[in-house]
């Protein structure tokens, strides 16, 4: 479903109208919304809010934990899903207990648990943590107690939406819409919470944290626009969770927070500022067509009686420019991390994430490109490739956004729950393996449906089992990705009790040095990677107080 060119034209007046209000600071507006905005967090909620715990961290402590069991649900179903596509009687067994899901049921599920469940939380818990510190907030985040309170009715929602991917209407009604509305009330604390972080600042975010804000503005920007050019009618409609919480929110939310944990990550200035700004007035003009007709990642929430708006042939051929437009700013995010990573004079570490970033960002253009391919005749109005997309949104959803989320949890998770991971091996493991059986299995998914499609095209009788040998050894293989995730949920709670305790300085998310010590020419770039700024103390080698030691011969 694109948003027609009226509606586009709103959502990016609401956009820049926004960036233009907020950097140049709210005034006496401000001053009124500060302490109604911390009303509503603290005092609003009553007795709840002390339950919650409110030491710095908490919030995104919890949010990101949480998020690594989703994760975990989430690879169980897809795969339980990949498995029933060539064996309908897998689960066979479960039918007398009433539970008899069809594959593509199941992958609904499984996808509802990645996108929402791990993505979403690692992202608002990420955001909890890096936000502050890109706007120089003191103090942090205003209200730890809400930040870490409202994931539970986010985990809430994400369970309704879970089940409704199953049954949407169990009791007899449609629950879909009871889940996003709970996600809507935990999504609106969040979003107050952060703009109260960036109110406060007293330093500019730069680039990835303008673009990180507009991710949180640009689901309600969406709805104010749909419902002026659609009417409130789209409001009580399943359609709404491709509106909030969508594209935008989870593509410029993991672009903002990779390059922020590249950064940090390899010690590393942005490798081009250029490629920032391009990437976030790309991302915003572009891929808020990023809508497909068919709900594309959201298409197992979408009830058959739902409302769709009309789309004319002008708004798909402007929609399809964009889309084709929006390579730019994929490349612009590809190269800066990569450049970025490579900056620091090292080899990417796997520890510490930088790997799965350098990996999912040469990814990402390679799924660009075949989603664009693959969709471009459904976009016409052709379904031609229709059998292939869902395995093609796999891969979009298992190459890049859950493995960049992945990487992003990884840099933080040192900084945010002051303890390291118990087990630096068993990261190494699980980092080949889910690399290795998610790209290879579900390629070999991808040529199992290619094979189908041509068969079918040809319209002749294809008796050979080929396209099934391909369906069977691409979901034994994607198994191996069950694994990998087992081995990081393991590590990443593990971390939580048997994790070596952090010292302040290790975990700082700044790399100021008091002193650089020069043993051969360098450059200032280097120097300034390494954390060095103008008060640093430069020191040649010679001057150091090590003692000499006779040279042997």
């Not at 948003?3 to 005034?27: A, C, N, P, Y």
């Not at 500060?34 to 908490?58: C, H, V, W």
């Not at 040469?362 to 660009?368: D, E, K, Q, S, T």
């Not at 079918?456 to 089992?465: C, D, G």
Request: hydrophobic share 50%; aromatic share 10%; glycine share 10%.
């Amino acid at each position: 479903m694109f948003m027609d060119i009226q509606t586009l034209l709103i959502f990016w007046g609401v956009l820049i109208g926004f960036f233009i209000l907020s950097s140049r600071g709210l005034g006496v507006l401000g001053d009124v919304l500060r302490p109604t905005g911390l009303f509503l967090l603290e005092k609003a909620l009553g007795p709840a809010i002390d339950f919650a715990e409110g030491k710095p961290g908490s919030a995104a402590r919890a949010w990101i934990i949480v998020g690594t069991l989703w994760l975990f649900v989430s690879i169980c179903f897809t795969f339980l899903g990949v498995w029933v596509g060539h064996d309908p009687y897998a689960l066979i067994s479960l039918s007398g207990w009433g539970y008899s899901p069809s594959s593509s049921t199941l992958i609904s599920a499984g996808t509802v648990a990645g996108l929402y469940g791990f993505i979403g939380m690692v992202i608002i818990g990420s955001s909890f943590h890096v936000l502050p510190i890109l706007c120089g907030t003191p103090g942090g985040l205003p209200s730890e107690r809400n930040g870490t309170l409202v994931s539970t009715p986010w985990t809430v929602g994400v369970l309704i939406l879970f089940i409704a991917a199953h049954n949407p209407d169990p009791f007899g009604i449609d629950i879909t819409l009871a889940g996003v509305a709970v996600m809507a009330l935990a999504y609106g604390a969040v979003l107050v919470n952060l703009l109260l972080t960036l109110a406060n600042r007293t330093q500019s975010p730069k680039e990835p944290g303008w673009l990180l804000t507009l991710a949180y503005i640009a689901g309600p920007a969406s709805l104010i626009a749909s419902s002026i050019t659609n009417g409130p009618s789209l409001l009580a409609d399943p359609w709404l969770v491709t509106k909030l919480i969508a594209v935008p929110f989870f593509l410029w939310s993991i672009a903002a927070l990779s390059l922020y944990s590249a950064a940090m990550g390899s010690n590393s200035p942005l490798w081009s500022r250029t490629l920032s700004g391009t990437l976030l007035a790309g991302l915003i003009i572009t891929s808020s067509a990023y809508q497909s007709l068919d709900g594309g990642l959201f298409s197992g929430l979408i009830t058959q009686g739902s409302f769709v708006p009309d789309v004319s042939d002008s708004t798909r051929m402007f929609g399809t420019f964009l889309i084709a437009l929006s390579l730019a700013p994929m490349i612009a995010l590809s190269a800066n991390i990569i450049g970025t990573v490579r900056t620091g004079g090292k080899s990417p570490e796997i520890t510490n994430g930088m790997a799965i970033l350098v990996t999912s960002s040469m990814a990402l253009v390679i799924l660009w490109l075949l989603n664009y391919a693959f969709r471009s005749p459904s976009i016409a109005g052709l379904n031609t490739y229709e059998p292939l997309l869902e395995t093609i949104e796999l891969m979009t959803l298992w190459l890049f956004f859950i493995p960049m989320a992945m990487g992003i949890q990884l840099h933080l998770y040192p900084s945010i729950t002051k303890r390291s991971l118990p087990s630096p091996e068993r990261t190494r493991i699980g980092y080949w393996m889910f690399v290795t059986a998610t790209s290879a299995g579900l390629i070999c998914m991808l040529i199992s449906e290619s094979i189908n499609v041509s068969t079918s095209q040809l319209e002749v009788e294809f008796n050979s089992t080929l396209s099934e040998r391909f369906a069977v050894v691409g979901s034994v293989i994607f198994y191996g990705a069950v694994i990998a995730i087992i081995l990081h949920t393991v590590n990443v709670l593990r971390g939580l009790f048997h994790g070596k305790i952090q010292l302040e300085s290790s975990m700082s998310d700044t790399r100021k040095i008091e002193t650089f010590t020069i043993a051969e020419s360098i450059t200032i770039r280097s120097i300034l990677a390494a954390g060095a700024d103008v008060d640093t103390m430069l020191v040649p080698v010679s001057d150091t107080e090590i003692p000499g030691a006779p040279t042997e011969l």
